[in-house]
Every structure is written in C-alpha cells, then in structure tokens.
DNA sequence: GTCTATACCTAGATAGAC
DNA sequence: GTCTATCTAGGTATAGAC
C-alpha cells in the first residue's frame, strides 16, 4: 500500500488533459499541447494511455461516480425532508463545479461530441440517471405540498440543471463569492423568485 | 429590385453553413461537409466565400445585429413598465431561439473559440452590450421597487442570461410547447419561484 | 519513461479548365 | 458557378532505440 510512482505521473498527466480539456475544448486539444505542458513528446504519451479517447474517458468517469455517489446519498438519507433534500442536492452540484472545474466543464462543453461515440454510450446513462434524481427531487417536494404544483415538471428540471451546469462557464475559485454562496443566491431565486413581495 | 440569383445562392450557402456550425460545431464542421450537403464539391465554396471563418462571421452579425436592434427598442419603449420590459426582453430572447434556432446554437457553442480571433472581437462588445440590457432592466425593476433588492445583481443577470440560452440545446420548434409558453414558464419561475405560497 | 523518426490521414485553401 | 487536381499544414498514432 505504498504510493506508487507509475500511478502518480498517470494521475499528474491526466490532470494536466483535464486543464487543457476544459478550457480548449476535446477536439481543439492536441496531443502534442498535452505532452508540452507535461514537458515531453507526443509520442511518449502513449506509454501511459492508448488514445486521446482514453484520457477523457478516465477522467469523466472517475468524476461522476463521485458525483452520483452523492446524489444517491441524499436520496437516501432519511433525516432531511424534501426541501432540504433538493437545497442540498443544488449545494453538492456547485460543489462539483468548484472541486472539479475541468470534469463539469468537459462534460459541459464535449459530452454532445463524445456521445457519438460507442465507448461514451454511459455518458447517455448518466445524463438519464441526473434527470431521474432531480424529477424525484421536484415531485417529492411536490407531494409534500412545499413546492408549486403548477409547473410543468420537465422545464423545471431543464431550468434547475441548465441554471446550475453552466455556472462552470463564469465561476471562478477565489473570486468574490465562495461556491456556496452562489448556490445560496441560486436557491433564493429558485425558490422565491426575483418579484417584489 | 428584382430577385438576385446571385445573392440567394450565398443565402442558401450560408443557411446549409449555419445548420452544420450549430449541429456539430465550427471546427468540427469541414468545408467539404458543407460543401456536400450543398452538393458540390468543397473548392467551389470559395467562389461563393474566401474562408470558413467568412461563413460564421456573416451568419452571426447578421443575426446579433438583428436581436439587438429589438432589445434596444424594449429598452426605448415609452408605453412599458419596468416589469413589461423585463418580460419583453425573455419573450423576444425565446423567440430568437425558436426563428434562430441555428445562429443562437453556434454562438453558444463557438464564440469563446472565435473569440480568439482578431476579427471576432465584436463578438465581445455584443457580450457587453448584452449585460447592459439585462442590468439596466433589472436595475430599473428594482428602482420602480417590483423586483427584490436584496440579490446580487451580476448573479441575477447571469442566472437569466444562462437560462434563457442554454434553452437552444433542448428546444424543438413543433415540440410539446411553443417558445411563448416556454418563455412564460420561464417567467413565473424567475419572478415567483417554485416555492409554494 | 522518454526520445527519434515517421506513417498515415484529414483539414483548409488555391489554380486553372470547363 | 462548378469541377479537377493538388499543395501544405497539422493531427493521431506507431516502432524501436536509449
């Protein structure tokens, strides 16, 4: 159970895909960008990992476990109420994107391009298995009467996971506000709206 | 004043250009894609354009001069309150998305990327353009004291902004629901919120 | 674990015939 | 206005030496 140094350059390299990955976008990053950030040659990234295809995979995977992970813990837990449950669900999500900026990002930005793919096919899963937690999130809020029943159940899913992705796109750590403010601010709107009154 | 044939065949170039551009992405859109789907071979294309870059520059100022030319006319309206301008402008948005469906997905997905671009700096003044709309509007609201004061107004702008954009990845003009009743549902949860009571 | 060298492919763009 | 033919650059990936 010592470190083990062939995992930690892997892990060092795949950070390194990750940064360039989410801020150029899959296609737009170039193998040869990727080895000269790490300081080596193109061709000595494929001691470490078969393709271009392979790195994004590790690294999109490894993410949503944990993501889900959680999600599937606030489903089950037993001491927090409907509300609480979908307010804690919105603070895990922007979490997400402060801790793992690069994943959400890539996922934001490629995982259209990549679905193409045969080898992507879980992306799809995933994107249906987010869908199911935040519906189940919104009827049982519903049906505990503390949520609107008068909205139409699929837009306000699209508006909770659009408001809540894309933030990735202009949060920045260190800037004026922690990510748990701002998931605050977002869940003052959602919940109350911007009207006066 | 007659139909130019000349013209029209630029048009329908540009047309096929921007369903391609907003489909799969400007750099992964090639000259001979678009030259296909037109039916002719790719160096015929630059008889019409002299580059690739030619093609999105056209279908995107076109369009932006388009939509902030109905912005400013909100913002000039005498016979609007604050509140009626606020739900013109996502109305008129939710319209762009359902009559552009095309040039509003390619901005979304391309302008960082062309952002790089010396030629495309426009782009960036329409980006702050664009967040003087909604500040103005918002700030307005709140002045005339029918919109709460207590948020962060930068956060509310892009909650707002990102909502109504990000729509283009999901609507279908025929679907379920027009972009107007869209845009209402869009309304009530920004101005209400989901919470009930 | 990294380098040298290179194969192979696809991209954007051009020149001139028709 | 379109075609044929082709140039050049830059991409992913491989083979084998060090």
Chains 1, 2 share one sequence.
Not at 41 to 46: A, F, I, K, T
Not at 65 to 89: H, R
Not at 141 to 150: F, S, Y
């Amino acid at each position: 159970m010592t470190a083990q140094p062939t995992e930690s350059r892997r892990d060092e390299l795949l950070a390194i895909a990750a940064r360039l990955f989410a801020e150029k976008g899959f296609r737009n990053t170039t193998v040869r960008d990727i080895a000269d950030a790490a300081g080596i040659l193109s061709g000595s990234l494929y001691h470490h990992f078969d393709s271009k295809e392979s790195m994004v995979d590790e690294i999109l995977s490894t993410f949503q476990e944990e993501l889900f992970g959680q999600y599937d813990a606030i489903l089950a837990s037993s001491d927090l109420d409907p509300l609480a449950k979908l307010e804690q669900a919105v603070l895990v999500s922007f979490e997400a994107i402060d801790k793992h900026r690069d994943e959400v990002a890539i996922y934001q930005n490629d995982a259209a391009y990549l679905l193409t793919f045969e080898r992507f096919a879980y992306l799809g899963e995933r994107n249906q298995q987010s869908r199911a937690v935040w519906l189940t999130l919104l009827q049982n809020g519903i049906d505990a009467g503390v949520l609107r029943d008068d909205l139409d159940l699929e837009l306000t899913y699209r508006f909770i996971r659009d408001t809540i992705w894309v933030a990735v796109s202009w949060y920045r750590p260190g800037g004026r506000r922690t990510h748990t403010e701002i998931a605050k601010q977002y869940l003052s709107i959602l919940l109350e709206g911007i009207h006066h009154g």
